[in-house]
């Protein structure tokens, strides 16, 4: 088997007594999405904090591409290929989508944004941006301001600029909070489509979305994995049932 893109290993955090992390191993497969599900307070922000470089384990490791990043920051993992989208956004609402989407093109070259006039004509960063914002089914709202946006289409566009990342991972963290069940479906079909770009860790409550796209699923309760498994693997599972899933009033 191919090596994980992202590996997290026996992940530690404790916040005073509170073991919030408490001993999480995961990987993420190529184009896998892989759904983090959890009872409210499981921990499951703080796993991705840790993933992300937004905070720091008190021991184990995280490894993205076989490179251990566990020291690394927000930043330098961004640049090693993370993507995180949904709860840090660089959208700038004045901006049109197609503006927002170069600025992110230009800013995953390592270029700097004083340069943002000569960007819009240079038609290669602008070219870049318009086959992001295909990908994210915006190419008729490219050149609406990102303030005008609605709620789907808002998240739309931090896909679209998480693509200008070339990311080999994504992390999602509740891509279906606030949509409707029209939204939903689309961004499900959407996230279907991405995993063939880099692989999803997804955090999700909206359980439609995550059986209809998770490869595996994990359940974190008070920390720990419970359990992991295919949906019906983790459907069937009683200890699921029990602590999580009972909750949800499944079928
Ligand atoms: N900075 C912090 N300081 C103290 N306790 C914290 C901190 N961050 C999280 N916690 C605690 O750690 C536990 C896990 O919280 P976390 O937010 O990671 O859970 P969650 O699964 O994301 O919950 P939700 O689904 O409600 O967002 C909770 O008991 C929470 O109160």
Same mark, same amino acid.
């Given at each position: 088997?191919?090596?994980?893109?992202?590996?997290?290993?026996?992940?530690?955090?404790?916040?005073?007594?509170?073991?919030?992390?408490?001993?999480?191993?995961?990987?993420?497969?190529?184009?896998?999405?892989?759904?983090?599900?959890?009872?409210?307070?499981?921990?499951?922000?703080?796993?991705?904090?840790?993933?992300?470089?937004?905070?720091?384990?008190?021991?184990?490791?995280?490894? $993205?591409?076989?490179?251990?990043?566990?020291? *690394?920051?927000? +930043?330098?993992? %961004? #640049? =090693? /290929? @993370?993507?995180?989208?949904?709860?840090?956004?660089?959208?700038?609402?004045?901006?049109?989508?197609?503006?927002?989407?170069?600025?992110?093109?230009?800013?995953?070259?390592?270029?700097?944004?004083?340069?943002?006039?000569?960007? $819009?004509?240079?038609?290669?960063?602008?070219? *870049?941006?318009? +086959?992001?914002? %295909? #990908? =994210? /089914? @915006?190419?008729?709202?490219?050149?609406?301001?990102?303030?005008?946006?609605?709620?789907?289409?808002?998240?739309?566009?931090?896909?679209?600029?998480?693509?200008?990342?070339?990311?080999?991972?994504?992390?999602?963290?509740?891509?279906?909070?606030?949509?409707?069940?029209?939204? *939903?479906?689309?961004?499900?079909?959407?996230?279907?489509? @991405?995993?063939?770009?880099?692989?999803?860790?997804?955090?999700?409550?909206?359980?439609?979305?995550?059986?209809?796209?998770?490869?595996?699923?994990?359940?974190?309760?008070?920390?720990?994995?419970?359990?992991?498994?295919?949906?019906?693997?983790?459907?069937?599972?009683?200890?699921?049932?029990?602590?999580?899933?009972?909750?949800?009033? @499944?079928?």
């Amino acid at each position: 088997m191919t090596e994980p893109v992202l590996e997290v290993r026996d992940l530690h955090r404790a916040f005073g007594a509170l073991k919030a992390t408490d001993g999480v191993s995961l990987t993420l497969r190529r184009s896998e999405i892989h759904a983090l599900i959890g009872p409210n307070g499981a921990g499951k922000s703080t796993l991705i904090g840790l993933i992300a470089g937004n905070l720091k384990p008190d021991a184990g490791q995280v490894v $993205l591409n076989g490179r251990d990043v566990t020291q *690394a920051d927000v +930043a330098a993992r %961004a #640049r =090693a /290929g @993370l993507a995180r989208s949904f709860q840090v956004s660089a959208v700038a609402a004045e901006l049109t989508v197609l503006q927002n989407v170069v600025l992110a093109v230009q800013g995953a070259r390592g270029q700097s944004f004083r340069f943002f006039r000569p960007a $819009l004509a240079n038609t290669g960063l602008r070219a *870049a941006a318009e +086959a992001h914002i %295909a #990908r =994210a /089914g @915006l190419s008729g709202r490219r050149a609406i301001p990102a303030g005008d946006l609605a709620h789907g289409e808002r998240r739309r566009l931090e896909l679209a600029m998480a693509l200008a990342l070339a990311p080999r991972a994504f992390v999602l963290d509740e891509p279906m909070a606030g949509m409707g069940p029209d939204g *939903a479906r689309e961004m499900t079909a959407l996230l279907d489509d @991405l995993r063939h770009e880099a692989p999803i860790l997804l955090v999700e409550h909206d359980m439609d979305a995550v059986f209809a796209l998770a490869d595996r699923v994990s359940v974190l309760v008070s920390g720990r994995i419970i359990a992991s498994g295919t949906v019906a693997e983790i459907r069937a599972d009683p200890e699921v049932q029990r602590a999580y899933l009972g909750e949800e009033r @499944l079928e």
